[in-house]
Every structure is written in C-alpha cells, then in structure tokens.
Antibody
Framework: QLQLQESGPGLVKPSETLSLTCTVSGGSISSSSYYWDWMRRPPGKGLEWIGSVYYTGSTYYNPSLKSRVIISVDTSKNQFSVKLSSVTAADTAVYYC???????????WGQGTMVTVSS | DIQMTQSPSFVSASVGDRVTITCRASQGISSWLAWYQQKPGKAPKLLIYAASSLQSGVPSRFSGSGSGTDFTLTISSLQPEDFATYCCQQANSFPYTFGQGTKLEIK
C-alpha cells in the first residue's frame, strides 16, 4: 500500500528557506499515471495548493508562490521535495504532500508536518 | 483564481441525521470537483471526485452532486465516525483551490 511521509525542520527563521521532503513507499514515484503535489494549511485557514512535480521533473506552481518555490523529484530515492525561500510568519502551516491522480484530485496524502516560522 | 465558497461553516447534527453541505465556485468548473474529509491531526481523505463519483472504500451514505458552479455533498445517515471537517476542491484549472471547510459537530 502506497504511503507518503513528510520530513524536515519544524522551525524555520524568517527570511530563510523552508525545505521539506516527501518519501514515497510501497510504490514507485516514476509511475506515468501520477503527479506529486504539495499543499499547506495555515492555522485557522483552508488548504492552499503549492505546486506539483511529475517524475520527469516538470513542475507546476501556484502563481501566488511561484517566485519563492521550487519543487523537485529524486526518482533514485523515491522522493520529492519543496523549497520555499524568504519565509515569513505567513508561511507557518501544516505542510502536506500528496499523490494527484487522473481526476486531478488527491487520493493519498502524507500525515502532514507542522512548520513554524519564527526567530 | 477560482474561489470556492462553502456553506455552512459549521453544522450541528445528530447520529442518523441527513446532512447536506454546499460548495459554490466563482466560475464554472464543469464536474471538476472533489470532496475531502479531515479529522484533527489526520491527513485529508478523498471522498468524492468528479462531483459525484464515490472514491473506492468510501461508504455509500456519502454522495455528491452538481455541475457548473453549484455542488453538494450529502451524508444520508450520519455515523459517529463522520463528525469531522469537510472541504471541496476545484480541479478545473490551476491553481487548484479549496473551500474553507465545514465543521460537522455532534449535537
């Protein structure tokens, strides 16, 4: 059974870069059927789609974050990652990785990881 | 961006009740809509995709309907495990966007 697990620092200082990795287990990230996405939920707010990556490395980003975000894939490690630069308190959120399927919905999610931006 | 507006934000109901949650898109999205359930500390769970298709393993008491701009999620007979937060997601175009969520509480 496919599982996703986020990992990375839970505390990031303002103006620094947030870096998270999602490890895919129980299946291959190199499947041509899926995209691999990142979302986040700030405290008290709804989910926000950050962006996605295909196993070939092609990416799509939310325009609201595009200038600060990079999503990449490492097929040899069955992982994909997100980097968000110049973070502020507004980037404090639970970050989720997920698999996106043909219906353009997210059928498998990681448990989420809380990232706090604070000095 | 397409804005997704859910109503109500909170609903209080009892086991066995029928509950309907609505989601409105700021522009037409055909049937590109999904519903998710989320419990505290857990990942969201896909319930419905393509507006009315039930995700594998989801109980049949959950159903979705609608197209264009107006959509509904119905739970026909609430069970104790259904008390959670529900949100919609438009899958019509980038950037994908979500509703703010509806918290379903026990009366």
């Amino acid at each position: 059974q496919l599982q996703l697990q986020e990992s990375g620092p839970g505390l990031v200082k303002p103006s620094e870069t947030l870096s998270l990795t999602c490890t895919v287990s129980g299946g291959s990230i190199s499947s041509s059927s899926y995209y691999w996405d990142w979302m986040r939920r700030p405290p008290g707010k709804g989910l926000e789609w950050i962006g996605s990556v295909y196993y070939t490395g092609s990416t799509y980003y939310n325009p609201s974050l595009k200038s600060r975000v990079i999503i990449s894939v490492d097929t040899s490690k069955n992982q994909f990652s997100v980097k968000l630069s110049s973070v502020t308190a507004a980037d404090t959120a639970v970050y989720y990785c997920a698999r996106r399927v043909g219906s353009r919905t997210f059928d498998i999610w990681g448990q989420g990881t809380m990232v706090t931006v604070s000095s | 961006d397409i804005q997704m507006t859910q109503s109500p934000s909170f609903v209080s109901a009892s086991v066995g009740d029928r509950v309907t949650i609505t989601c409105r898109a700021s522009q037409g999205i055909s049937s590109w809509l999904a519903w998710y359930q989320q419990k505290p500390g857990k990942a969201p769970k896909l319930l419905i995709y393509a507006a009315s298709s039930l995700q594998s393993g989801v109980p049949s008491r959950f159903s979705g309907s609608g197209s264009g701009t107006d959509f509904t999620l119905t739970i026909s007979s609430l069970q104790p495990e259904d008390f959670a937060t529900y949100c919609c997601q438009q899958a019509n175009s980038f950037p994908y966007t979500f509703g703010q969520g509806t918290k379903l509480e026990i009366k």
